[in-house]
């Protein structure tokens, strides 16, 4: 089994990670929790899905995810997960497994400047779950 990779040593290959970050398989129902819930990944803020649908108030901010297994491959939608930005240029994605870095980080609710390393908002087998998830969108 391999170790974990901490957010500073992950390796892209033109925005994607072949690695996997926990060494673990991704889960897709784990996934589903992580990509639903507000205090976790909340991707649904910002996309929708038909596989999704049973998920209440998706966001359309970001772009419909419908197919997300055919356009992209795993280590493609790693790299997303983690660091969106090195893939869209521009994109208000945050970076769910990402310590330093960001540009304005806020600390919590107290309208301070949070200091760096920030703790990454997603860990390393949430990724692999939420990625497990994402592979299930076939169209």
Same mark, same amino acid.
């Given at each position: 089994?391999?170790?974990?990779?901490?957010?500073?040593?992950?390796?892209?290959?033109?925005? *994607?990670?072949?690695?996997?970050?926990?060494?673990?398989? #991704?889960?897709?129902?784990?996934? %589903?929790? =992580? !990509?639903?819930?507000?205090?976790?990944?909340?991707?649904?803020?910002?996309?929708?899905?038909?596989?999704?649908?049973?998920?209440?108030?998706?966001?359309?901010?970001?772009?419909?995810?419908?197919?997300? *297994?055919?356009?992209?491959?795993?280590?493609?939608?790693? #790299?997303?997960?983690?660091?969106? %930005?090195? =893939? !869209?240029?521009?994109?208000?994605m945050p970076s769910f497994y990402q310590t330093s870095g960001y540009i304005r980080p806020g600390d919590a609710y107290t309208g301070k400047a949070g200091t760096e390393p920030l703790p990454p908002i997603l860990s390393a087998q949430q990724?692999?779950?939420?990625?497990?998830?994402?592979?299930?969108? %076939?169209?």
């Open positions: 089994m391999m170790a974990q990779v901490a957010p500073e040593n992950v390796e892209y290959t033109d925005g *994607a990670i072949e690695q996997s970050l926990s060494g673990t398989p #991704g889960n897709p129902e784990d996934g %589903k929790k =992580v !990509f639903a819930t507000a205090g976790l990944g909340n991707c649904v803020a910002c996309h929708a899905a038909e596989i999704t649908k049973d998920i209440p108030f998706p966001g359309t901010v970001g772009p419909a995810l419908d197919g997300a *297994a055919d356009r992209w491959t795993e280590a493609q939608l790693r #790299g997303i997960v983690v660091k969106a %930005k090195t =893939v !869209f240029d521009g994109t208000i990724v692999e779950d939420v990625v497990a998830f994402l592979l299930t969108f %076939k169209e």
